[in-house]
């Protein structure tokens, strides 16, 4: 029966992973279709707001052009949104007519009448307001300027001067848009002006801040709730039940444990999760009076698996086994350290192997000649494209977030346990936007999938 | 002396944490500012930490070469190589067609290239043993590999065209929301290993215990 239920589970996991994924495709396959040229309501007012917004009138500034050269319309600049004040944007709507042999150049002046320095050119076929999404404020259900999205505004953004010099905060800065076709040019008769402006929030970044607070709330509240009930269940991983077994095992036959920490530095929580698993392995190793190998690829990663190793011996009461020359830095090169670990495998025949942390191609060099020595391997990472290699590999695969919850499985504290509860109840709400997602997208309402796309 | 081995560390942590999240945030110039300073002190700390780190690497080598342990060769080929390659740097930079740059043009970025070759080797043995059709599952893993990797070879192709489409939509499909899940749960973690280190529930990568 409980097999039963963990297959039927299973399967409804999947198929909803599969329906979103489906939905999600379609989804995005017809959002972006060709719209009419004329900007009306919606995208009018996208534009509101800018410095300045200029006539339609064109003025000539060469003769009669043999060639038409057609001119944009709706001109703006204005200050770029959510920067440090070192940015303007133009943005226009698409001239009547626009072809490939259209370009556009944005220079930039001290005053209305020059000198003008000209900044950068496009053709007319690129720099879409539409693919500069990340430009715009983003709130809880809908993305401000979003009317602006389709590909009939372009959009140039000037954050420097020429020469890695930038816009000066608070400096006013005059423009001149130009179009052209091979040597026929036409410009504006009327000059625009901005000032860049110095932002302190992010308001691109509105719904990830909510979702933060909202997510770091609820780990907070149950690793609370975990203070008054200790008693929290986890489910079992059999990764690391194995930990023991596999110390005991080298234990017995008289031979190291190695331990590998990845190949991140000690900024990639990957990393950290390792660490923290360290420790608790440590601990054992120390209380079975085995010995530990730990060759490190960073050397902030050296001094820190270090230290937790001596005090997971001083923990478990054996200061005097901890052996310093057991730590050891062995290359910062990728394809070095694995030649160096696959080394120590062959030589020293460790009867445990731990592949915790981030590994890239060099983790089934690491793994097979493992399997080879034929240690018992207990590997856990979150790079997903590695982890078929272990998972071929390796004894035990601790699969994405099941590296994360190590720490906690090990040490069984009720403030960690409590966090994976926080994390469960997250997977619960995300799980049931999915599916209400999913299904809302379907029937053609998508404020779910736009919540999520600005959380992007 | 107890204040700065275990609540220090943790007052830090918590501090820098709380200061680079409010930082992801603000795009002032005062943040940016302050990021960069940020980055540039982990320059300078790893900076430090390379002299602990070859300190280590000559004391794990020299002590292997002491006691004649099995394969202090390559010890000694390591500080020799290490030896020389320093000095050569030092006097003649690290630029190509200097002594230091034909080592790494001509035998350092080979030897890698060797070490990254010999993947597929280890690819075949590994296929070898996860293809042995012992399970239901095992036999599921199989039969996707095989219409896989067969459907993306031009031999597919040949057979039947659906093989390809059929191979594109396991791709895409199972396998992409096998991906997306996993991804999200990776995600979720971090997040709740982020708050337990800021917090700091979580202690044991500062080799305090708990």
Known sequence: MKNFIRLATSVVVVLTL????????????????DEPFAAEGDELEALEGADMVIGLEPVMEEAAPA????????????DLPNDDGTGLVVEFEKA????????????????????????GGFPATKKWKEEARHYYPAFFLFQKGRAGMSKNFHMFVIQELGDNVPLETGVEYFVRLTASVGDVSRNYAEILSATPEEQWFDTGRTNVLIFAVLFGATILYFIARARRDPNLFIRKISGLDAVDEAIGRATEMGRPILYLNGIDTLAALPTLAALNILG?????????????????????????????????????????AYNPDSIFFLTEDQFSYAAGVCGIMMRDKPAANFLMGYYAAESLILAETGADTGAIQIAGTDAVHQLPFFVTTCDYTLIGEELYAASAYLSREPLILGSLKGQDM??????????????????????IKDFFLALG | MQFFRKQFPVLLAFVMGMLLFVQYFVPSKLSKGFYE???????????????????????????KIRKRVLGYGFSVITIVAFIQMLVLGFVFHYRPGTP???????????????????????????????????????????????????????????????????????LNNPNMAGYRGILLGVALAQIAIAVRIIFGIERTYMGGGD
Request: with cysteine.
């Open chain 1, 18 to 33: 599969l329906l979103c994924s489906a939905a999600f495709s379609q989804e995005a396959d017809v959002e972006l279709p």
């Open chain 1, 67 to 78: 060639v038409e050269v057609p001119l944009p319309t709706h001109v703006t600049v204005s």
């Open chain 1, 96 to 119: 009547p007519g626009e072809t490939e042999a259209l370009t556009y150049t944005v220079s930039v002046g001290a005053g209305p009448d020059g000198p003008w320095q000209e900044i």
């Open chain 1, 280 to 320: 608790r392995v440590a601990r054992r190793v120390a209380n079975y009076e085995s010995s530990l190998i730990v060759p490190c690829k960073d050397p902030i990663v050296l001094t820190v698996a270090q230290e937790i190793v001596k005090a997971g011996y001083t923990d478990a009461g054996r200061p005097d």
């Open chain 1, 426 to 447: 997250a997977k619960v709400f995300m799980m049931v936007m999915i599916i209400v997602g999913t299904l809302l997208v379907t029937f053609g309402i998508a404020f």
């Open chain 2, 37 to 63: 300073g940020f980055a540039d002190w982990l320059i300078v700390i790893a900076g430090f930490a390379a002299i602990f780190a070859i300190a280590s690497l000559l004391h794990y080598h020299m002590g």
């Open chain 2, 100 to 170: 230091a740059g034909w080592e790494y043009q001509w035998l350092f970025v080979p030897m890698q290239a060797t070490m990254f070759a010999t993947l597929a080797f280890f690819i075949a043995s590994a296929a070898f043993r996860a293809f042995r059709a012992r399970t239901w599952e095992a036999l599921a893993l199989l039969l996707a590999g095989l219409i896989v990797m067969i459907g993306r070879v031009p031999i597919g192709e040949f057979i039947s065209p659906h093989l390809s489409t059929f191979s594109d939509w396991i």
